[in-house]
């Protein structure tokens, strides 16, 4: 089966500026993730979509963060404005089940706020 | 508590020798300890997972050993070969509506040829 894709995979903007980032997980996965991983860190979830509707959004900065599932497949995660702390990776995952075993990670976008 | 906490940091091992990395926890509803394994520039991969009803799990070269009354676990990696220098990283899930994966801070392992 296809792997979670996610694009771009590197993005350089000035701060203040806005990015937004995709993910399309694997067919029939109905749980999606989205983490922050900062260099030298381990990744912490951002937003747990189940189908379309938010699960988890607890640790998103919601000022400046966004993300949405439209109909349940593709997601867009939004920073607006960004800041030099939100220089990081961004993973988004999906499993196939409610339990989160067997999460399947893309190769996550690279971004770097200057 | 929702942490994990990871160590070593950094971790040099000879081909062939045994990687030993740990971690512990506070939180005892967690219900499901995996260990995933990250290449530069690749997303972290499943490489092998334990619930808490059981004590060690083996999977080819990787062993996890599970202590639930220390609140700790461990990935063992038999025979260190160069292809697995990597990070690795444990993490656990509490279960419920939301299954979010709690991950350590990482071990950066080196396994020199």
């Known amino acids: 089966e296809a792997g979670v894709a996610q694009s771009p995979r590197y993005k350089i903007i000035e701060k203040r500026q806005s990015v937004a980032f995709w993910c399309n997980p694997i067919s029939g996965h109905a749980t999606l993730y989205w983490y922050q991983q900062i260099l030298g860190q381990g990744p912490k979830l951002l937003i747990q979509f189940q189908n379309n509707g938010v699960v988890d959004d607890s640790q998103l900065p919601k000022d400046r963060f966004s993300a949405e599932r439209l109909k349940g497949v593709d997601s867009t995660l939004k920073i607006q404005p960004a800041k030099l702390e939100d220089s990081a990776v961004y993973l988004c995952a999906s499993s196939s089940d409610r339990t989160g075993h067997g999460y399947t990670f893309g190769s996550g976008t690279r971004l770097t706020v200057v | 508590q929702q942490q994990v906490k990871q160590s070593p940091q950094s971790l040099i091992v000879q081909k062939g020798g045994i990687s030993i990395i740990n971690c512990a926890y506070e939180n005892t509803a967690f219900d499901y300890f995996p260990w995933y394994q990250q290449f530069p520039g690749k997303g972290p991969a499943l490489l092998i997972a334990i619930r808490p009803d059981v004590s060690e799990k083996k999977e080819g070269r990787f062993t996890i050993s599970f202590n639930k009354s220390a609140k700790q676990f461990s990935l063992h990696i038999m025979d260190s070969q160069p292809g697995d220098s990597a990070t690795y990283f444990c993490?656990?899930?509490?279960?419920?509506?939301?299954?979010?994966?709690?991950f350590g801070t990482g071990t950066l392992l080196a396994v020199q040829p």
């Open positions: 993490a656990a899930t509490l279960g419920g509506a939301t299954n979010k994966l709690i």
